[in-house]
């Protein structure tokens, strides 16, 4: 398979390929001694969303994986970091675009899913971050209760390597600040994004459906959740409206 070198973007070593089935599944591949690097791809074939969910493939649309060395207690943190660099890479397109995020990390666009992120362990501390942004033409979603949504839908016209410059740059930002003042100003920001909070959900896992009221955020990235007798941190789940 051909990948490209194109350039350095912030610290990552850039590549593109012309196709690929999965940018997380390839670069878990890689030699180690390559990273950190940025794997785009003009097409996937088998792109992948959370729980094993199918991301589709529309021509226009970006498609790429990072490395990032991440401890396992900080986690949680990069999730909701990763999903606020990523929304306000797209409010800084158009400062009136109705933007949100679904926890975890599920950015909205006039209340439609603009994209989509999956993280997976390569080894140790090293985590393969992939990110699917609907720059031109939004897929159809059958299995959930929402429509997907594109930037050209909205009135935001560019192409998809302007859109992932911009966003390593926010993101390069956003990692200085947790790293330098740690995490309170970024949760403070993500909770002005979020959508449902202080309305009753509904979080669904493998496990079990629990309702109650979106409170906040706790200091880990945890959703706190008030149900009928106590308050409860849910770690990971998918969040619906009650």
């Known amino acids: 398979m051909s990948f490209s070198y194109k350039e350095q973007i912030c610290r990552w070593a850039w590549y593109e390929a012309p196709v690929v089935g999965s940018t997380n599944d390839e670069i878990k591949k890689w030699d180690k001694d390559r990273f950190p690097v940025i794997l785009s791809a003009v097409k996937q074939t088998g792109g992948k969303g959370r729980r094993g969910r199918k991301w589709q493939s529309v021509e226009g649309n970006l498609y790429f994986t990072y490395s990032e060395e991440i401890e396992p207690s900080e986690l949680s943190r990069f999730v909701c970091l990763i999903g606020l660099s990523l929304a306000k890479t797209v409010i800084k397109l158009s400062l009136k675009a109705d933007v949100k995020i679904k926890w975890p990390n599920d950015v909205f666009l006039a209340h439609k899913k603009l994209s989509g992120i999956l993280i997976e362990n390569i080894s140790d501390n090293l985590w393969a971050i992939g990110i699917g942004v609907n720059i ?32 390593f740059k926010q993101y390069s930002r956003d990692l200085m600040v947790y790293r330098e003042e740690g995490f309170g100003r970024l949760k403070e920001e993500w909770l002005s994004l979020a959508l449902n909070l202080n309305q009753e959900i509904t979080i669904k896992n493998d496990e079990k459906s629990q309702k109650g009221m979106f409170l906040t955020l706790d200091d880990n990235g945890y959703l706190i959740l008030k149900t009928e007798d106590k308050e409860e941190r849910i770690i990971a789940g998918d969040l619906f409206i009650s």
């Open 136 to 167: 031109k033409g939004a897929p159809q979603i059958y299995d959930m209760p929402y429509q997907a949504t594109s930037l050209a839908d909205n009135g935001i016209e560019l192409d998809r390597i302007e859109f992932l410059k911009a966003y």
